[in-house]
């Protein structure tokens, strides 16, 4: 299951979000907003974030106007990898490399064409492990 989220500037992108994971038939959790009401990041991705740490999701997508103050958020939680991308290329690198579990996107950056590209990359690319969990670990002792 996939958990999705976003703020008031990423509302709209995680919301076409939803209806490509609809599309696709893969179950999701929204964590918010519910609507296009101002709301802070924060509230939103570390609660999505814990529940991923936790492993009640597998992966998950969370959205604000750049992405990158969600992700900082997200990225507070132990255990999560929250990347932010506004290209095709990061979205597939981070999942192989980075083993990210959460992809993170501006709804003023990325437009819904390619943002949906990107969220089927990130499902879609397998972390390639190898000479990666290494540093993955080294993330890993950080926290």
Not at 106 to 134: A, P, S
Request: aromatic share 6%; proline share 1%; with cysteine.
């Amino acid at each position: 299951m996939i958990a999705v989220g976003s703020d008031h500037g990423g509302y709209e992108l995680k919301e076409e979000i939803k209806k490509h994971l609809e599309s696709l038939g893969i179950a999701y959790k929204d964590f918010g907003s519910f609507d296009g009401n101002a709301v802070d990041y924060p509230d939103i991705a570390v609660p999505l974030a814990k529940a991923i740490a936790a492993g009640d999701y597998e992966k998950g997508f969370l959205c604000c106007g750049t992405g990158i103050g969600i992700s900082i958020a997200a990225n507070k939680v132990k255990g999560i990898r929250a990347a932010c991308c506004s290209d095709c290329f990061s979205a597939k690198l981070t999942r192989q490399h980075n083993d990210a579990n959460i992809l993170c996107m501006g709804g003023r950056v990325v437009g819904k064409g390619l943002g949906l590209m990107m969220v089927d990359i990130f499902l879609n690319t397998e972390f390639e492990g190898g000479h990666h969990i290494k540093r993955i670990q080294k993330l890993e002792n950080i926290e």
